[in-house]
């Protein structure tokens, strides 16, 4: 639904004053969304389970792209942030299915 069909399905539904949100990537072109993500750990999670996917369910994108700074790059960063290869294991280790995107992590190094 676009945003005004919600709002109205919203308050049909018994919700008063729906509070308007919604989820911006970093860039979209040709159905493929790209993320660069350089956060905390939640952030990539946050961008991998649930924004590509959201965008990927409605129809806006067919590949999820998230680039993240290497092991050797992050060490060089503040603490806390996401790196690459611990991504790329925390993706395989839930499965095929999860999230169900086509995704591509790509990492970058100094």
Known sequence: M?????????????????????????FVKDKIAVEVQFGKYAFVAFDLFVKHMLFYSGGVINLGIEILPT?????????????YEGEVYNVMRQGRNSPPVPLLVLGIEP
């Open 2 to 26: 676009t945003a005004k069909e919600q709002r109205e399905f919203l308050i049909e539904n018994g919700e008063k004053e729906p509070i308007y949100s919604y989820n911006q990537t970093d």
């Open 71 to 83: 092991k050797k790059m992050q060490a060089q960063m503040s603490s806390g942030v996401a790196y």
